[in-house]
């Protein structure tokens, strides 16, 4: 199994409170992905790193910001938690997109009141 | 847009039966992976297809890829209990490396 940790595994926050999710990964792999997943939609795509600093937008970025100051690391920022961002996160790495391979985490479940 | 869609959502059956998970898309996909879910877990690659017309077995798991690239099955002999999860496809575009998902099937089997 690849080596990728989210932390927190369970989180429940207040409206309108920021909240970091982080993913650390120990394979060195270049490309990080920050998904959702809530039923009937499966996998949504919020944010992705291609690179230390290197980030982009995914298909539902709005709340959410990112940064990766290491390889190792990808966090995950809601800047003022709302109903609607309850939902499971995961995080996945991929050693080369061409592939397009990824590995999951195990998740964190974010419940915000 | 692209969408893969995936049929049926659910699906429960007895120990022993077969059954396929269709993944269909309207739009062409350079490769296409199929994961499954277990509740409380991250979703685990289990095969990746490239090739128009690629059949490939893991164990009684079968996966292939339409010949136009354009959807793709995944056949189960002989289900059993350890089978149950969710069942996600996902397509790769050349044009920005992101996996399109499909929303999944939730596959129940009953001893």
């Known amino acids: 199994d690849a080596g990728i940790t989210q932390s927190p595994r369970h989180k429940v926050t207040e409206t309108g409170t920021p909240v970091t999710l982080r993913c650390h990964q120990t394979?060195?792999?270049?490309?990080m992905y920050w998904y959702r997943q809530d039923p009937g939609h499966g996998l949504r795509l919020i944010h992705y790193?291609?690179?230390?600093?290197?980030?982009d937008k995914g298909e539902v970025s709005d709340g959410y910001s990112v940064s990766r100051s290491k390889t190792e690391d990808f966090l995950l920022t809601l800047e003022s938690a709302t109903s609607s961002q309850t939902s499971v996160y995961f995080c996945a790495i991929s050693g080369s997109p061409r592939s397009y391979e990824q590995y999951f985490g195990p998740g964190t479940r974010l419940t915000v009141t | 847009t692209q969408l893969l869609e995936q049929s049926p959502q659910f699906l429960s059956i007895q120990e022993g039966e077969n059954l396929t998970v269709y993944c269909n898309s309207s739009s062409v996909f350079s490769s296409l992976q199929w994961y499954r879910q277990e509740p409380g877990e991250g979703p685990v690659l289990l095969v990746t297809v490239v090739t128009g017309g690629e059949v490939k077995k893991l164990k009684r798991l079968t996966f292939q890829f339409g010949d136009a690239r354009k959807d793709s099955s995944l056949h189960i002999t002989a289900a059993q209990p350890g089978d149950t999860g969710l069942y996600l496809c996902a397509g790769g575009e050349n044009s920005n490396y992101q996996l399109i998902w499909g929303a999944g099937t939730k596959l129940i089997i009953k001893p």
């Open positions: 394979e060195n792999h270049r490309y």
């Open positions: 790193s291609y690179g230390v600093k290197d980030t």
